[in-house]
Every structure is written in C-alpha cells, then in structure tokens.
C-alpha cells in the first residue's frame, strides 16, 4: 500500500468542510491517513474513539456526504480520487471488493452509488425478440426492480401498494441510488435508531432524501456539535 496521502483543496477548502466541527474535520484528515488504496476504511469508529471524537462526528461526515457507509460497516471516503493519485507501481487493490462494485466513479473523479440493474441484464439476453410489447415489459420490470430495491432498504413496511404508485408517478428510478444512500446514512442517526421513521409514502411524497441528516440527531447531539464547532 502507497505510503502517502494527500488532501485537495477543493475539499478541505470548501464551505461545506470548514463549517463542520473541529473534531470532524479532523476525523476525516485521519480517515484518509488510514485509508487503503481506493479509499475504504473497514474500521471509523475505532479511529473516530482514538482521536477523541465519536460517532456524532461519523454522522457529519455522512450527512456532508464527505463518507460512504456501507452495511458492512466499512466506509469511504467519497472525493477520495480527488484527494489522491497512486501510481501504479505503488497502488494496491483494495480489499473490499464487494463494496468497490458497489459504487462508481462519476466525471468529477467523486465516487458515488451504483445499482445494478438486474432487468437489463435478462433484457441482454433475450435480445432478437423485440417489439413494442417486449420493451414495454423490459421497462415496467426496470421500474419494478428499482422500487424493489428501495422497498428492500427502507425499514417500514406499509402501504407498499400507494408507495409504489408514487414511485412511478415521481420517476424516481434515477434517483435510486441517492434515495438508498440517505437510507443507508440515516440508519446510523438518533432518529431512526429511536424508531421515528416515516412512512414509505410519506418519505416518498415529501421526497425526504434530501433532509439534513444534521436534523436526525437528538438535541444533545445537535447542541455538542453547536458547541465544539465554536471553539
């Protein structure tokens, strides 16, 4: 494993970073020094404990969408190819591939999630019966697959039916990925872990992806940050 790690200032020089607390900031400086080759730390909540931070600062990294988490436990660090470039000699994989198929790297060299898209690949393989029809069905089942997805992932289970129309009303098939990864990310706030969770229509409607994960955590959590970014 490379040696060396950089940080860009396009990242550690933005709005975004420098209005997060003190022990933030810091937490993310150690996360990319512990970082393998392709970003992954398979351990934050150790480094977050032996630096003096916690999980509250986990949380904002997520909520900045300066990490990744993954239910492995594992995160990334999501500019990490912005941040870093190994030359190919000295870079080694990394160890978690599983999760590396997970994401994709977008024009901007900032990694984000990918959803395999399991429809297209039955597609591929009838190819040479096309028609009308056909395609119409290759396109209710992309959208059924993407729903399925979602449904997977959220946590509360009701009125499947209602939420599935709003789905398709919305055409949020291209907004799979970003939905998941808020799921993923509020899974680990006060809020959800407490069980205050929306409907699936309701989450859907309000098109709550786009909250401040900041707003999830509990007011003690919100004052400490309040405190510490003061200092």
């Known amino acids: 494993m490379a040696n060396r790690r950089m940080f860009s200032k396009d990242i550690v020089g933005s709005d975004a970073f420098l209005d997060?607390?003190?022990?933030?900031?810091?937490?993310?400086?150690?996360?990319?020094?512990?970082?393998?080759?392709?970003?992954?730390?398979s351990s934050p909540s150790r480094i977050s404990r032996t630096i003096?931070?916690?999980?509250?600062?986990?949380?904002?990294?997520?909520?900045?969408?300066?990490?990744?988490?993954?239910?492995?436990?594992?995160?990334?660090?999501?500019h990490w190819k912005i941040n870093n470039s190994i030359q190919v000699d000295r870079y080694h994989e990394?160890?978690?591939?599983?999760?590396?198929k997970a994401l994709i790297t977008k024009e901007n060299k900032s990694y984000t999630e990918c959803i395999q898209d399991v429809s297209k690949m039955d597609s591929q393989s009838s190819l040479g019966k096309s028609s009308l029809g056909k395609s119409r069905q290759v396109d209710m089942s992309e959208k059924s697959d993407a729903f399925d997805q979602?449904?997977?992932a959220y946590p509360k289970k009701e009125?499947?039916?209602?939420?599935?129309?709003?789905?398709?009303?919305?055409?949020?098939?291209?907004?799979?990925?970003?939905?998941?990864?808020?799921?993923?990310s509020a899974s680990l706030t006060d809020r959800w872990t407490k069980g205050y969770i929306k409907q699936p229509t309701a989450f859907l409607n309000?098109?709550?992806?786009?909250?401040?994960?900041?707003?999830?955590?509990?007011k003690k959590a919100t004052q400490k940050i309040a405190v510490i970014s003061t200092l």
Not at 169 to 179: M, Q
């Open 159 to 184: 009125l499947k039916r209602r939420a599935r129309e709003i789905w398709g009303r919305k055409g949020l098939n291209s907004k799979v990925a970003e939905i998941l990864s808020f799921i993923v």
């Open 52 to 78: 003096g931070a916690n999980d509250d600062d986990i949380k904002v990294l997520l909520g900045k969408r300066f990490i990744i988490a993954f239910p492995s436990g594992i995160i990334v660090i999501k």
């Open 94 to 100: 990394t160890q978690y591939l599983e999760e590396k």
């Open 20 to 41: 997060m607390p003190a022990t933030s900031q810091l937490l993310y400086f150690h996360l990319g020094m512990e970082a393998d080759d392709d970003g992954f730390v």
């Open 150 to 152: 979602f449904w997977t």
């Open 206 to 218: 309000g098109e709550c992806w786009n909250d401040d994960l900041a707003a999830y955590n509990d």
